[in-house]
Nanobody, 118 residues
């Protein structure tokens, strides 16, 4: 049974930090590219960051470059999103996604709420 379970969300003040985690099970984690997406109320889901399976190359949305860092631990089957200098516009539900390019198979987590407010 495939599972992606996000955790680490919550309420934080502007300028603060949070670290999201996404624990995977039921598939070969190390062979999948991993991404974080977010969806704010009334907006479409958007890609935040990606880390590849080979070489661990990373890509970020312009809105989070320099503030967010994606990383992965294949031994723990977990992907992380370190979020610093948080802004109110970062408020959203954050989702992790696993993607296997050869078959275009993808899996999604259930999401974790991040609220940035004073």
């Amino acid at each position: 049974q495939v599972q992606l379970v996000e955790s680490g969300g919550g309420l934080v003040q502007p300028g603060g930090s949070l670290r999201l985690s996404c624990a995977a099970s039921g598939f070969s984690f190390s062979t999948y590219d991993m991404s974080w997406y977010r969806q704010a109320p009334g907006k479409e889901r958007e890609l935040v960051a990606t880390i590849t399976t080979i070489g661990g190359r990373t890509n970020y949305a312009d809105s989070v470059k320099g503030r967010f860092t994606i990383s992965r631990d294949n031994a723990k089957k977990t992907v992380y999103l370190q979020m610093n200098s948080l802004k109110p516009e970062d408020t959203a539900v954050y989702y992790c996604k696993a993607y296997f390019g050869w078959t275009r198979k993808e899996y999604w987590g259930q999401g974790t709420q991040v609220t940035v407010s004073s």
